[in-house]
């Protein structure tokens, strides 16, 4: 196999992450604290708004671009050039489309919000672990890697801090 390493990151890529996994969800969480519900417990709040934006947001558009393009991810994250890699990419741009939804959806139903966090955070967890096995060799690789985990480790935050809140 033939493996081309961008030189530096993405920065288009980057700056994606960086607003849809911690700047857009901790904003949110931040006004809504401030200015609609100063009494609630802020890591639960906070959780409602990485849920919407990390998961969400994220996978969303993250599936619409494996869905319409996906010689990006399979070039760019996986580092193959075969055509035949496409198909493979679009399915899983379908689920993250999928997944994304029901976390965009959340927002409006709070009572997906745990099976979404619950799956959400599985799937990044799990994305997380096939990078550390695989050995990220490129930047943009090793920012998936380090995004899966963050988000991973958030949503079990959100989970149990939530459960923890209502049994408080």
Not at 10 to 34: C, D, G, R, T
Request: charged share 10%; aromatic share 14%; with cysteine.
């Amino acid at each position: 196999m033939n493996v081309t390493i961008a030189p530096k990151i993405s920065k288009s890529y980057l700056l994606v992450v960086v607003f849809l996994m911690l700047v857009l969800p901790a904003l949110s969480a931040i006004i809504e604290y401030i200015f609609y519900s100063p009494k609630t417990f802020f890591i639960p709040l906070s959780g409602k708004w990485f849920l919407f934006w990390g998961v969400g947001v994220r996978l969303f558009t993250a599936g619409l671009k494996q869905a319409i393009n996906p010689a990006f991810t399979a070039k760019t994250i996986f580092h193959l050039e075969s055509s035949e890699a496409l198909l493979i990419v679009k399915e899983l741009g379908l689920a993250n489309i999928c997944l994304g939804l029901v976390a965009i959806i959340s927002i409006f139903c709070p009572t997906w919000r745990m099976a979404s966090a619950f799956a959400g955070g599985l799937y990044f967890g799990l994305a997380g672990l096939m990078h550390i096995i695989k050995k990220p060799i490129g930047p943009d690789e090793q920012l998936a890697l380090v995004s899966d985990v963050f988000m991973f480790a958030v949503m079990a935050v959100y989970m149990i801090s939530y459960h923890r809140y209502l049994n408080s």
